[in-house]
């Protein structure tokens, strides 16, 4: 880190668009702030709705963002549309990231996962631990939510349910995983479309169990709501970072997402919010405190618990997928 610490050109100014939220202050006080105050150079924000807003301004020659976060799947279709400037692993060291989140023109920058949260106040400590638990509606009777707005994510946790070990999930067999939906579908009593919506079915009570986002799960923790979550066969889904084509400021922009991806500023991310890092040399930097290790979603030990999510599976099999989905939910 010792050369990036040198000014990329003092003065320079870049722009970075992420999500917004509690998730974007969290990567301002993790990432962006110290970024900008080790290079020298003035960082500021947008958000952005995903890979439409990148591929309207590379397209339409009007780039106004140096860095911009996407989905890992939206990052392989983006990829393929040659839409990102190539990235320089001379200056990014790519060393801790999963090979399958380091690609030409994108790198992976943190973590979230699909978890099974159950009320404590229904199943005391024997509610479902397993997505086949989740299934099997005679042992584990009750009101159940799954994601109708993630075919992704529920067409893995599907896979899993059906049997399937962790390291056999991917390439989905997407019809396989539909059957495995139709299973279930008369016995889910809400599809949520958003991690708030998920959220309040579960504290409301009006789900005794439900796929839930880890953040929002964890959330529901802190605040003292009778819920129990694992990593036991989470689908851990990966958001990434690229410089779009056409880029104003690509040389301060290639430093400073050399400085996002790094142990000692991914080590920062877990210390604000619940997405995990996804250098996993973070854990090494002793900047996370044990005891909350455990409870990170990209920790190793929780890492091998978990299904990664194939984004170039999902750049070339989406849309179809997506739809085959839709239908069967809106039967």
Request: with cysteine; glycine share 8%.
């Amino acid at each position: 880190m010792a050369s990036l610490a040198a000014p990329a050109m003092a003065g320079d100014t870049i722009t970075v668009a992420s999500w917004g939220g509690t998730y974007q202050e969290a990567q301002t006080k993790a990432f962006f702030k110290p970024t900008a105050d080790a290079l020298g150079i003035t960082i500021k924000e947008d958000t952005t709705n995903g890979l439409d807003d990148v591929r309207l301004q590379v397209t339409g020659n009007a780039v106004k963002w140096d860095i911009t976060e996407l989905g890992a799947d939206e990052c392989a279709r983006g990829s393929k549309e040659g839409l990102f400037e190539k990235l320089d692993y001379g200056i990014i060291d790519k060393s801790g990231i999963n090979p399958k989140l380091v690609h030409d023109d994108w790198v992976g920058i943190s973590y979230t996962s699909v978890v099974l949260i159950y009320r404590t106040d229904v199943f005391g400590d024997k509610g479902p631990k397993t997505w086949a638990d989740f299934w099997n509606v005679e042992k584990f009777p009750g009101r159940r939510a799954l994601s109708g707005s993630q075919a992704t994510e529920t067409l893995s946790v599907a896979a899993l349910a059906s049997g399937l070990p962790i390291d056999k999930v991917y390439p989905v067999d997407v019809d396989g995983a539909l059957k495995s939906v139709d299973k279930i579908r008369g016995h889910v009593d809400a599809w949520w479309t958003s991690g708030a919506q998920a959220m309040q079915l579960v504290k409301d009570g009006e789900v005794d169990m439900a796929s839930i986002w880890n953040g929002r799960a964890g959330t529901l923790k802190k605040e003292g709501a009778p819920v129990s979550f694992s990593f036991d066969q989470g689908v851990l889904t990966a958001d990434c970072m690229v410089i779009p084509k056409g880029a104003k400021n690509k040389e301060a922009a290639m430093k400073a997402l050399a400085m996002f991806v790094s142990p000692q500023l991914q080590a920062n991310l877990p210390l604000y919010v619940d997405n995990g890092p996804v250098n996993e040399k973070a854990f090494e930097t002793g900047k996370i405190p044990q005891d909350r290790i455990k409870d990170i979603n990209s920790a190793p030990e929780n890492v091998k618990k978990q299904v990664l999510q194939d984004a170039e599976f999902w750049r070339d099999n989406l849309v179809e997928a997506t739809e085959k989905f839709n239908n069967l939910v809106q039967q």
